[in-house]
């Protein structure tokens, strides 16, 4: 998710233009902290990958779409719009720089079995264990909730310093006629080592992954409509 600092680097004029088109473009998407109570920091994942309690950089990005506005065989079959977003995430344009950068190092005949092209992570229903760009690998998956393991390649199972879960959320809320999409990050040093320590991203490089969360969102439901 760092990789958005790479590519924040305009000035001038250019800068202000930019800002511009930004804001327009992501000005429906709301950021939040993620309540101590939330279920992802009780849940066995969060267990297993951050034994011992690390610190966690954490927010929630959240939009709200009306149900008119999205294909509609998206919302006739249980889990069907939760794959869809999560397709929208990985293959819109939104992740389309990480893609490519992460493609350029790790792509080879060790990673052959992951997602990599746009058509591939467009097409997938993202069940438990599926490996994408190695980065990620979806680690659980409900009617409404997929959640990749991120950081580091899922190649490496064990403990990382470089860790995370980012949840990619849909629920139909009919009696208010919306669909509500979240994409939830907890990141964390998961070695021991680190407890009682600052949290692993200074405020900047969190300002920056919001920033990137937002675009992620936008992208991601642009390709739910008709």
Same mark, same amino acid.
């Given at each position: 998710?760092?990789?958005?600092?790479?590519?924040?680097?305009?000035?001038?004029?250019?800068?202000?233009?930019?800002?511009?088109?930004?804001?327009?473009?992501?000005?429906?998407?709301?950021?939040?902290?993620?309540?101590?109570?939330?279920?992802?920091?009780?849940? &066995?994942?969060?267990?297993?990958?951050?034994?011992?309690?690390?610190?966690?950089?954490?927010?929630?990005?959240?939009?709200?779409?009306? !149900?008119?506005?999205?294909?509609?065989?998206?919302?006739?079959?249980?889990?069907?719009?939760?794959?869809?977003?999560?397709?929208?995430?990985?293959?819109?344009?939104?992740?389309?720089? =990480?893609?490519?950068? !992460?493609?350029?190092?790790?792509?080879?005949?060790?990673?052959?079995? =992951?997602?990599?092209?746009?058509?591939?992570?467009?097409?997938?229903?993202?069940?438990?264990? &599926?490996?994408?760009?190695?980065?990620?690998?979806?680690?659980?998956?409900?009617? &409404?909730?997929?959640?990749?393991?991120?950081?580091?390649?899922?190649?490496?199972?064990?403990?990382?310093?470089?860790?995370?879960?980012?949840?990619?959320?849909?629920?139909?809320?009919?009696?208010?006629?919306?669909?509500?999409?979240?994409?939830?990050?907890?990141?964390?040093?998961?070695?021991?080592?680190?407890?009682?320590?600052?949290?692993?991203?200074?405020?900047?490089? =969190?300002? !920056?992954?919001?920033?990137?969360?937002?675009?992620?969102?936008?992208?991601?439901?642009?390709?739910?409509?008709?």
């Amino acid at each position: 998710m760092g990789l958005i600092t790479k590519t924040i680097g305009l000035t001038g004029w250019a800068s202000l233009a930019a800002a511009g088109t930004f804001v327009a473009f992501t000005r429906k998407s709301r950021i939040e902290n993620i309540p101590p109570t939330d279920y992802i920091f009780n849940s &066995t994942l969060f267990r297993r990958y951050n034994p011992n309690n690390s610190p966690v950089t954490q927010d929630i990005c959240i939009r709200r779409v009306p !149900l008119a506005t999205i294909k509609p065989e998206l919302l006739e079959a249980e889990g069907k719009l939760a794959e869809a977003f999560c397709a929208g995430v990985w293959s819109g344009i939104g992740f389309r720089y =990480q893609r490519r950068f !992460l493609e350029k190092k790790w792509r080879g005949s060790k990673t052959a079995d =992951q997602l990599w092209d746009q058509k591939d992570l467009a097409a997938s229903s993202y069940d438990v264990g &599926t490996k994408l760009v190695d980065h990620f690998e979806v680690v659980s998956k409900t009617p &409404t909730s997929i959640i990749v393991r991120c950081g580091d390649s899922p190649t490496i199972t064990e403990v990382r310093e470089s860790d995370g879960l980012f949840e990619m959320t849909a629920e139909i809320k009919t009696e208010e006629g919306v669909a509500e999409f979240g994409l939830k990050s907890v990141f964390y040093n998961g070695l021991k080592g680190f407890e009682g320590t600052d949290q692993p991203m200074p405020w900047h490089v =969190q300002w !920056l992954h919001q920033l990137y969360d937002k675009v992620l969102m936008e992208s991601a439901v642009r390709t739910l409509k008709p």
